[in-house]
């Protein structure tokens, strides 16, 4: 069993990123979480799992222990594979992820494109004496640098009714790919991308 590896982002993409570890590249499957906190051509370190499968061999990387729990607590619900988990650690926060489960409110994780009403039921039936400490668990795992340009443009948002939890995603993405992004061309992005 791999349990972490520790080496050279040689490729990143929001799904997927190839660590380079001792002339070794490992393709690894990501949340768009994990993607925000990578730089390609950095020094990284990520927790794995790793599922063997009568037909593949997967590898799936998180930038922190608590990403990679709620990944395995995920498969172990009847109906949710490795490919949903991860749309639902892109969609939603560890935190909030917990609190939709503990407040059984399936609507929050049916937010998970792939995800319907039964699985969603069947993620807090399954789940719901297992996630409270993500609830309240801080998170500090966000390596972007929150910046006057982004702050701006996500108060502008809030104005027009967008939340800023969802705004902030697509602002650190569009921020990544355009470091100089102008506040009102972030914002337009950012609404263009919604």
């Excluded at 789940?127 to 640098?145: G, I, M, R």
């Excluded at 910046?147 to 969802?166: C, F, P, T, Y």
């Excluded at 650190?172 to 972030?186: F, H, I």
């Amino acid at each position: 069993m791999i349990f972490s590896l520790q080496g050279k982002v040689q490729e990143l993409t929001p799904t997927y990123a190839v660590m380079n570890v001792g002339g070794v590249g490992y393709y690894v499957g990501i949340s768009l979480m994990t993607s925000q906190n990578l730089v390609a051509g950095q020094d990284a370190m990520l927790y794995t799992q790793q599922i063997i499968r009568e037909d593949a061999n997967l590898l799936f990387g998180f930038i922190t222990k608590s990403e990679k729990e709620m990944f395995n607590l995920l498969i172990s619900v009847n109906g949710v594979g490795a490919v949903s988990a991860l749309i639902l650690l892109s969609t939603l926060s560890l935190s909030d992820i917990a609190s939709a489960i503990l407040s059984r409110n399936s609507a929050v994780i049916q937010k998970a494109k792939g995800l319907g009403a039964k699985t969603a039921e069947r993620i807090i039936v399954d789940l719901k004496d297992k996630v409270a400490k993500f609830a309240t668990e801080e998170e500090n795992y966000s390596a972007t640098v929150d910046n006057k340009v982004k702050d701006e443009a996500l108060s502008a948002l809030e104005v027009l009714g967008i939340s800023r939890r969802m705004s902030e995603k697509l602002a650190d993405r569009v921020m990544k790919e355009n470091p100089a992004v102008s506040v009102e061309e972030l914002v337009k992005q950012i609404l263009k991308n919604m």
